[in-house]
């Protein structure tokens, strides 16, 4: 399957804690995005990457949220001293060439 | 302000009862706008992108069409497998690269 894959799935974790999200784009797509998405809502844009840039970055990602996109391939997600404000679904697309985002089954985060 | 309104928030048809769902939409720059099925807990299925006003696209039941302010996603005679949450985008060009904007979707229940 050459769709965009997201790890884990779902991950419960105790406030304090740091968590890590990995996005994989497809892989002739050099455009990836980052949206947080919570029950009953559209999904909010958090970054997005251009090749290994990180070219915009949402007023929602506050200094606890890093992004990374390593040599222009996958990408990581990092939430540092997580809160429970912070559960919701994490959501990797990625674009084609002619803009169509691609999603990922996403990322389930549940802080307690 | 940029901004995306799907109406109605839920809709509950019988099977074979036919309707549409409306997406407006205010951002400036507009590329292209973009339907999506969500199933609960996965992530976003692209369905259609529509590029200029009077275009329109199809697929088994659904038909979508775009005017200059608003788009339709019109189901025709539903089955139970349609029910989904369908979210409406719209992508804008920024200086930084596409952008796009979500709406919050509507949950759509087919009834047998």
């Known amino acids: 399957d050459t769709g965009v894959s997201q790890d884990p799935r779902h991950k419960i974790t105790k406030r304090g804690q740091n968590v890590t999200f990995r996005c994989d784009p497809i892989s002739e797509h050099n455009r990836l995005y980052w949206y947080r998405q919570t029950l009953g809502q559209g999904p909010e844009f958090l970054t997005y990457f251009q090749n290994e840039a990180q070219l915009e970055k949402s007023r929602l990602l506050s200094d606890r949220f890093s992004a990374e996109r390593p040599k222009g391939s996958f990408s990581t997600l990092e939430i540092q001293r997580t809160e429970q404000g912070d559960s919701a679904m994490y959501l990797c697309?990625?674009?084609?060439?002619?803009?169509?985002?691609?999603f990922g089954e996403g990322s389930r985060l549940t802080v307690l | 302000e940029d901004q995306v309104t799907q109406s109605p928030e839920a809709l509950r048809l019988q099977e074979g009862e036919s309707s549409s769902l409306n997406c407006s939409y205010t951002v400036s720059g507009l590329r292209g706008l973009f339907w999506y099925r969500q199933d609960p807990g996965k992530g976003p299925e692209f369905l259609f992108t529509?590029?200029?006003a009077g275009e329109e696209k199809e697929k088994e039941r659904l038909k979508a069409t775009l005017t200059k302010k608003e788009s339709f996603l019109h189901i025709t005679a539903p089955k139970p497998e349609d029910s989904a949450t369908y979210l409406c985008?719209?992508?804008?060009?920024?200086?930084?690269?596409?952008?796009?904007?979500f709406g919050t979707g509507t949950s759509l229940t087919v009834i047998p």
């Open positions: 529509l590029y200029s």
């Open positions: 985008a719209v992508q804008a060009l920024r200086n930084t690269g596409n952008q796009f904007y």
């Open positions: 697309a990625s674009s084609s060439p002619w803009g169509e985002l691609f």
